[in-house]
């Protein structure tokens, strides 16, 4: 996994190899495996395949990498590398500064931006085109639930709470608090509460 990231961030200019940590390289996709398995019944070796052939699972992959690489330092030079590569091969932008919780699903995620300082729980789920983020450059980021669901080109913005179970719709705009176990539906979004034949 080593060799593949160093191929990957030798893309970008600013790269220097010695950057590059193996331990980070292997928590990482270790963290990625925990993800992907909380969804899918999969072998460790097929999920790093998912990984290298840039399904969505890249993206969450190099989200963790950045994480682990930020909570070391927020200045490190691998960062700007990984924020890179995030954007030019998988066509999404995630915050390393976010805090999100086992079992970080991408669907797609071409569009999808996840803004600075949130924190997210475990089961999360994404489209393509989806955003979190500030009303003010200062805000402190959402507070986002357990098994949440965001369909494609929803949003969420300002400094709120979304509650276990919620799912917010396809082209939905969040702009309050939406309580566990309800969908949010509709510009702006209108919450009802889930129906129980409704998987969560």
Known sequence: ?????????????????????????????????????????????????????????LAVFLYRLGNLVFKESSKHPLLSSIHWVMREVCSCELFFSTEIGEGFHITHGLGTVIGSRNRIGKGFRIYQGCTIGHKEDAGRGAIIGNNVTMYANSLILGELTIGDNAVIGSNSLVLKDVPANSVAKGSPAVTSPRSKAEPK
């Open 1 to 57: 996994m080593l060799d593949f990231c160093t191929f990957l961030f030798s893309k970008c200019w600013c790269f220097n190899s010695d950057h590059l940590n193996k331990v980070f390289v292997d928590k990482a996709l270790a963290l990625s495996f925990a993800d992907i398995s909380y969804h899918f019944d999969i072998e460790k070796k097929a999920a790093q395949k998912r990984i290298e052939v840039n399904y969505a699972e």
